[in-house]
């Protein structure tokens, strides 16, 4: 149990936040990462980091055929690829009256399209294996609905979905959904809407946990033997909300 050191783990959203985190978990815990983002820059300088056992590639999630290019770029490196940890995310919060429309595509271009164009390029694989995980970062906000975040909670209530469907289609793939409330990120930068930034700046002063908290849930549920499937971790702040 916990012994990861074998394992071939690719990670979107990897340039900062839960993605960088993760990056950093594993690593230092043997595994053989391959780290992608569009911030080439931050990824090429922790790959430089974090040593030989990190691979890099640019990566937009929102792009089908460069998801695929990405995960080929990890087995031509690595020989094989055992975990997906689709992590990229957005989230531009904003009252449904804003008619922020192009934010609202924005969030369901990375937060659901970008998490099933992950699954598509790793599902042959792990099919012809026999074996693999998936490993989707959710939300909180997959469980429960609050004001200016009605698109934000549609997105990730869809990857809870989809994790529960891999779940009962591919009995021998491990599907594991990992829910973060408030956590130490730039998630918030992305916030347009004057009253949601305020509403989030308090609701994120009350008590945020690390990004690296979430990066041991994740390498806690790798880590399992291969016939346990953690189904979800969540993961809060102690504090009172």
Aim: aromatic share 4%; proline share 3%.
């Amino acid at each position: 149990m916990d012994d990861i050191s074998d394992k071939v783990v690719l990670i979107s959203g990897a340039s900062s936040g839960i993605g960088e985190a993760t990056a950093r978990e594993l690593a230092a815990a043997g595994a053989k990462v391959m780290i992608g983002a569009r911030r080439v820059e931050r990824l090429e300088a922790l790959a430089r980091e974090l040593g030989d056992n990190v691979g890099w590639a640019r990566l937009d999630v929102t792009e089908r055929e460069g998801f695929a290019a990405f995960a080929a770029a990890a087995e031509e490196r690595f020989g094989r690829i055992d975990v997906l940890v689709n992590n990229a995310g957005v989230m531009p919060l904003s009252p449904l009256a804003a008619l922020l429309v192009e934010q609202w595509d924005w969030m369901i271009d990375v937060n659901i399209r970008g998490v099933l164009n992950g699954i598509a390029a790793v599902l042959p694989h792990f099919q012809a294996r026999g074996s693999g995980q998936i490993v989707n970062v959710a939300s909180i906000a997959a469980h429960r609905v609050v004001p200016a975040a009605a698109v934000y909670c549609a997105t990730k209530y869809a990857v809870w979905a989809i994790t529960d469907g891999i779940r009962q289609e591919h009995r021998n793939i491990r599907a594991t959904i990992i829910s973060p409330g408030a956590t130490e990120s730039e998630l918030a930068d992305t916030i347009t809407d004057p009253m949601t930034q305020e509403r989030v700046a308090a609701f994120r002063a009350a008590g945020m946990v690390g990004a690296d908290a979430v990066a041991r849930a994740i390498r806690f549920a790798i880590g399992q033997p291969a016939d346990v499937d953690v189904s979800e971790v969540v993961v809060n702040p102690t504090v009172s909300m």
